[in-house]
């Protein structure tokens, strides 16, 4: 599929003027690239250059939305990185960050002040979605703040969204940057123009004896087990269910002592790895999970249960032991 082929109105932000994308990346051609598809979308792209830039060069003014190229991170990378999260934050502006599999525990960790759409290994189309979804937000946010029935009806709105771009993606291929592959084809991101609200997570109160009496973990993951076996009959994506595989994976997880980084837990979410991302990112906004930082290396984060969601499952995997009612 050609993007470029596709008209589309100019893309305008809250004041009506047309959107500005600051677009930053080590690489020239997949610059040039996002900058074309965006162009053809009607937003005006800036080329804000490499990384490095950011750090060495003048302050340059950020669009409305800033693109970043960052499939690999080295320590001027990082620094740049974190300075833009800064920057994004203060100023308002939205940050969309196309990165791999394998610096997604790094980007997840340093990007932790403005709120960013985090792509793994993105097609062409899907960094567009994502650049409209984030243009989107910064209006819509500044008029009303989401119902929690609106969020969690947006979140499902996104895994189809996923479906249809899977099956673009064995229809046309997205084309690659000349100086490098991502790798797997990735997601699209949800394709809205609300914004979203963080409404605080409530568990159901289970009362003291619930609070840390989860089950055995060789149970919970002989339940994730038993989830996986299915695939072998039936089309996963019939049963995709990434914010439950993610809770069941960190309840086994914490009654092994172990710790769980973001690229660990997208991989247990059983769906591509942005669609998974994005629900982890609902999951800690909404207080089922927290945040916890490496205390050997301060920059990356790993994801742990929070109190609420440790009393939520010991209190549900208590009630499968309780008899059922059957009507008379």
Known sequence: MNIS????????????????????????????????????????????????????????????VVV????????????????????????????????????????????????????????????????????GEAGASRLREMSEEERLHLLQLSSQVDAIARSLDRLSPAKLGATGEWGAPGTASL???????KPE???????ARHAHSLPDPKLVRQIIANRGRRARFFDANLFADPAWDMLLDLTAAHGEGQKVSVTSLCIAAAVPATTALRWLTQMVETG???RVADQVDKRRV???????????????????????????
């Open 5 to 64: 082929n596709l008209n589309y109105d100019v893309a305008r932000d809250a004041a009506g003027l047309p959107a500005r994308v600051t677009i930053f990346g080590p690489r020239a051609a997949v610059r040039d690239e996002i900058a074309e598809d965006l162009a053809g979308a009607g937003f005006r792209a800036l080329d804000g250059g490499a990384l490095a830039g950011v750090m060495d060069g003048p302050v340059a003014l950020l669009g409305d």
């Open 68 to 135: 970043i190229d960052c499939p690999a991170l080295d320590g001027a990378a990082m620094a740049a990185l974190a300075r833009l999260d800064a920057r994004a934050a203060r100023g308002g502006a939205k940050l969309v960050v196309s990165t791999s599999l394998g610096a997604l525990d790094d980007v997840f960790g340093l990007l932790d002040q403005s709120a960013p759409d985090i792509l793994v290994a993105p097609s062409r189309a899907e960094r567009v979605l994502a650049v409209g979804r984030a243009c």
């Open 191 to 197: 394709a809205t123009s609300l914004g979203e609200a």
């Open 201 to 207: 997570y409530r568990a159901a109160d289970h009362g």
């Open 288 to 290: 089922v999970f927290q």
């Open 302 to 328: 790993f994801i742990e249960l929070s109190d609420q969601a440790k009393a939520g499952m010991a209190g549900f995997f208590e009630s499968l032991q309780e008899p059922l009612a059957f009507a008379a």
